[in-house]
């Protein structure tokens, strides 16, 4: 968090091992002193994240 910034966006898989990091990622940013500006998970196949990228 110190080299990148404080501030995070996850995007995740939207299964199990995608929903856990997520939470845990969201645990670590805030224990760090950081912010999660939003969490977004998509299906497996899904290969298209512009709009996403855009919102961020």
């Known amino acids: 968090m ?3 910034g404080k ?7 939207d299964y ?3 929903q856990i990091t ?6 670590f940013v805030k224990d760090n ?10 299906p497996l196949d899904v290969t298209n994240f512009g709009p996403t990228i855009q919102k961020i």
């Open 2 to 4: 110190n080299k990148w």
């Open 16 to 18: 199990n091992y995608g």
């Open 22 to 27: 997520a939470q845990w990622m969201q645990k």
């Open 33 to 42: 002193g950081g912010e999660t500006l939003g969490v977004e998970f998509f």
């Open 7 to 13: 501030k995070v966006y996850i995007v995740a898989a």
